[in-house]
C-alpha cells in the first residue's frame, strides 16, 4: 500500500524523484522567500511567467524558454515601475501582476487547444515527467543551491535589517535582485512539475514551517526540504490511492503539515506561559489571610 505503488509504476517512481528534487529547490529558495517577506512577489512570478509560456507554445518553443522570459520582464518591469514612479513595490509588483496574468489568459485564449496546456501550465504535470524534467529540476537545484551558498551572509542580513546588510559592505539591490533570481529560476524550473498555481505553495508552506522550529537558515532549510520530500510521498499515494491531481494532493499535504505544526506550537506555547504564570504567581495559603 506504502511501497507498491512505486516499486510497481515507472511513472510513479519518477514522479517521486521529480518531485523531490522541487521540494529540495523549492526549500532553499522559499526560506528566503518566507523570511525575506518575498510571498507577494513569488506569486507575481509564479503567475507572471503564464504570458511567456502561451507565447511560447504558440511560436513552438519550449515552455521553459518562455517561462525565463516571463520572470525578466516581470522582474526588469517591477525594477522600473517602483524607481522610475516613485510608487512603493507592492503597487509595482500588483500592477504587473495582474497586467502579465491578464496578457496570458488573453494569449491562451486565442486557441482552443490551449484548454489542456493551459491546465498543465496552471497545474503541472507531475505523473508525465521524463528525465530530460529530472535533469533540468537537478541543474536547477545545484544554481539555486550555489547562489545561495556564496551568498549566504549578505542573504541572511538581509533577512535581518537591509540596513545593515548595506553598513555591511553590501550592495542591497545587487543581492535582493540575486535573491528574487533563485526564486525565479525555482520557479522556472518547477512550473512543469507541479505547475504555476502550485508552485508558491511548495515555496512558502515547508520553509513557514521550518521558520516555526528553527532560528538558523540552515535548519530551516533542512526542515523545509524534509517537509517537502514527505508531502511528495505522501501525495503521490493520496492521488494514486483516491485518482485525485498529483500536485494539488502535495501542496495541500505541505499546508496541513504546517497547520498541524502551528497548532503544535501555539499549544506548547500556551502551556509554558500557564506554567510560567504559576510559577510567578504561587497561590497563597488559605490561612494567610486570617488574623
Known amino acids: 500500500m506504502f511501497i507498491e505503488p512505486f516499486a510497481n509504476n515507472e511513472f510513479l517512481r519518477l514522479s517521486l524523484v521529480a518531485g523531490i528534487l522541487v521540494a529540495f529547490t523549492c526549500a532553499i529558495a522559499g526560506t528566503f522567500v518566507v523570511l525575506r ?14 504570458p511567456g509560456i502561451a507565447t511560447a507554445m504558440l511560436l513552438g518553443v519550449s515552455g521553459v524558454i518562455g517561462a525565463a522570459v516571463g520572470s525578466l520582464v516581470m522582474m526588469a518591469g517591477v525594477s522600473v515601475v517602483s524607481r522610475r ?34 491546465s498543465r501550465i496552471l497545474f503541472g504535470e507531475l505523473l508525465g515527467v521524463n528525465s530530460g524534467d529530472l535533469v533540468l529540476q537537478f541543474v536547477a537545484l545545484v544554481i539555486v543551491a ?53 508552485v508558491l505553495g511548495m515555496l512558502i508552506a515547508p520553509a513557514a514551517t521550518g521558520a516555526l522550529f528553527a ?19 505522501v501525495g ?6 483516491f485518482d485525485l491531481a498529483a500536485g494539488a494532493s502535495i ?17 506548547k506555547k500556551a502551556i509554558a506561559d500557564n506554567s510560567h504564570e504559576e510559577h510567578e504567581h504561587p497561590h497563597s495559603h488559605a490561612g494567610s489571610h486570617v488574623r
Not at 535548519?219 to 510521498?233: C, N, R
Not at 503521490?236 to 490511492?241: A, K, M, Q
Open 85 to 118: 514612479f516613485r510608487l512603493s513595490g507592492d503597487t509595482a509588483i500588483g500592477l504587473l501582476f495582474v497586467g502579465m496574468l491578464a496578457l496570458g489568459v488573453m494569449i491562451t485564449s486565442r486557441s482552443r487547444t490551449f484548454v489542456g496546456d493551459l
Open 251 to 267: 501542496v495541500l499535504t505541505t499546508v496541513l503539515i504546517f497547520a498541524a505544526a502551528a497548532t503544535y506550537t501555539e499549544i
Open 37 to 50: 517577506g518575498l510571498a507577494f512577489i513569488g506569486d507575481a512570478l509564479a503567475h507572471g511567467v503564464l
Open 146 to 198: 550555489v547562489v545561495a551558498f556564496i551568498a549566504r551572509r549578505p542573504f541572511l542580513l538581509l533577512c535581518v535589517d537591509e540596513g545593515l546588510a548595506k553598513t555591511s559592505g553590501f550592495s542591497s539591490r545587487l543581492f535582493q535582485n540575486l535573491m528574487l533570481m533563485i526564486v525565479a529560476i525555482t520557479v522556472i524550473a518547477s512550473f512543469q512539475t507541479v505547475g504555476t498555481l502550485l
Open 215 to 233: 532560528r538558523r537558515i540552515s535548519t530551516v532549510m533542512l526542515i523545509a526540504s524534509l517537509v517537502g520530500s514527505i508531502s511528495t510521498y
Open 236 to 241: 503521490l499515494l493520496i492521488s494514486y490511492h
